[in-house]
C-alpha cells in the first residue's frame, strides 16, 4: 500500500526539522509512508530544511493558503497514485503515532476519510478559547454542510484513494478544514473520527488560526456556497 | 422652449456615456451577452425614469413606498449590493485560479527536477 503524509508549511523553518525528525522515525518503524512538505512559498528556509531531511518538497511560487497547499498535496497524491494520504500540520502539534491510527480504517475498507479529533482525547490540554472556537465551527460547518463532526478545524486526516481521486478543494485558506466536510457529503465518502493526541506549545498557538479569524472563515464558507 | 430640466440632460449624457461603454465592452469581448442585457436593460430604465419621472412614482406607489425618489434609492441599493457580492465571487474563483495555476508550476517543476536528477545519475 503507498501511503503519503502531505505537511502544508509556510514560514516553518524553527519547527519543521524536529517534526520531519520525529516523523521520519515513527514511520520508519512502524509504518512505510513517503512524506511531503508543500512549501506554501516560505520566505525562510522551510523548503530547503524539508529538502536537506531527504523529503519530497513542492514550492509553490505565491503564497496561497493552507487550503491551496493541502490541495497541491492531494493532487500529487492524486497523480502519483498513492492508496493514503494523511495531513499532518509543520508546527509540532501532531503525534507521528497518531497516522497508524488515522490510517487503520481506511486501511480495513471501513472509511474514505478519517479526521483526528483533538476534543475526544485531550480536552484538559486545549484553550479554552480554542475550545469554544471549534464548537462553533462544528455547528457552522454543520449548518452550511449539513454534516456533523466533533472537530471540523483539525488539521489531521487521512483519505482514501477513493478520496483522493474525487475530493476538490475550492478554498484557499483555514476554511478548508469545513470545505472537506462539503465534498465528502457530495461524494458519499465515508467520515470518520479518531481521537488524537495535541501538543499545544506556544509555537503552535502562534501558527495556529487566530479567534477573530474564525468571522472570516464563516464568511469565506458563505462565499464558497455561492461558487 | 426647453422640455427638461438642467439635472435631467446631465444624467441623460451621464447615461449614453454608459450606454456606449456597455456596447464597447460587449464589442470588444469583455462582458458577456448576460451581462450586456443586464446593463442594456438598466440603463434604459433609468433612462426612462429620467425622461418620465412619474413613473417611478406610479411604481414607488404601487409598492407602497410613496416617493418615487425613494423607489429609485431602494432599488439601486439592492442592485449594488448585489453586484457587489457577485464582485467578491468572482475575486475569490480568480483567487483560486491563481493557486490552480501556482499548484501547476509546483508539480510541474517537481517532475523537471525528477528527470534532471534521473539524467545525472
Same mark, same amino acid.
Given at each position: 500500500? +503507498? ?97 497508524? +491510527? ?82 465528502? +457529503?457530495?461524494?458519499?465518502? +465515508? ?37 | ?121
Amino acid at each position: 500500500m +503507498k501511503r503519503l503524509v502531505i505537511i502544508p508549511a509556510f514560514n516553518e523553518a524553527p519547527m519543521i526539522r524536529r517534526t520531519l525528525k520525529n516523523l521520519k522515525e515513527v514511520t520508519q518503524k512502524l509504518m512505510p509512508c513517503d512524506i511531503l512538505v508543500v512549501d506554501d512559498g516560505s520566505g525562510d528556509k522551510t523548503g530547503t530544511i524539508a529538502r536537506n531531511a531527504g523529503v519530497l518538497v513542492l514550492r509553490h511560487k505565491l503564497n496561497r493558503g493552507l487550503g491551496g497547499a493541502l490541495g497541491t498535496g492531494l493532487e500529487f497524491a492524486k497523480r502519483q497514485n498513492y492508496d493514503v494520504a494523511v495531513t499532518f500540520d509543520a508546527d509540532g502539534q501532531h503525534h507521528p503515532n497518531d497516522i497508524v +491510527k488515522a490510517t487503520e480504517p481506511i486501511e480495513r475498507g471501513e472509511a474514505d476519510i478519517v479526521i483526528g479529533t483533538r476534543t475526544k482525547s485531550s480536552h484538559g490540554n486545549m484553550p479554552v478559547d480554542r475550545r469554544l472556537i471549534i464548537r462553533g465551527s462544528n455547528v457552522i460547518t454543520w449548518l452550511l454542510f449539513g454534516v456533523w463532526t466533533s472537530d471540523s478545524q483539525s488539521g489531521f486526516r487521512a483519505f482514501s484513494k477513493k478520496a483522493i481521486q474525487h475530493v476538490e478543494l475550492k478554498t484557499d485558506r483555514m476554511e478548508v478544514a469545513s470545505e472537506i466536510f462539503a465534498e465528502a +457529503k457530495k461524494h458519499k465518502l +465515508k467520515v470518520t473520527e479518531v481521537p488524537i493526541t495535541v501538543i499545544y506549545t506556544d509555537y503552535s498557538r502562534s501558527k495556529g488560526q487566530g479567534n477573530l479569524n474564525a468571522i472570516n472563515i464563516f464568511y469565506k464558507l458563505l462565499l464558497r456556497l455561492a461558487r | 422652449m426647453n422640455i427638461f430640466l438642467p439635472i435631467q440632460i446631465f444624467l441623460l449624457v451621464f447615461l449614453l456615456f454608459a450606454f456606449s461603454r456597455v456596447i464597447l465592452r460587449f464589442r470588444d469581448g469583455t462582458i458577456p451577452l448576460g451581462m450586456f442585457l443586464f446593463w442594456v436593460a438598466i440603463w434604459i430604465l433609468a433612462s426612462f425614469s429620467i425622461i418620465q419621472p412619474n413613473f417611478t412614482s406610479f411604481i414607488a406607489q404601487r409598492m407602497g413606498i410613496g416617493r418615487g425618489a425613494d423607489a429609485v434609492i431602494y432599488a439601486s441599493l439592492i442592485i449594488v449590493f448585489y453586484l457587489n457580492f457577485r464582485l467578491t465571487v468572482s475575486l475569490e474563483n480568480l483567487r483560486h485560479e491563481i493557486t490552480k495555476l501556482t499548484r501547476e508550476i509546483a508539480l510541474k517543476e517537481k517532475i523537471r527536477h525528477a528527470n534532471l536528477k534521473r539524467r545525472k545519475s
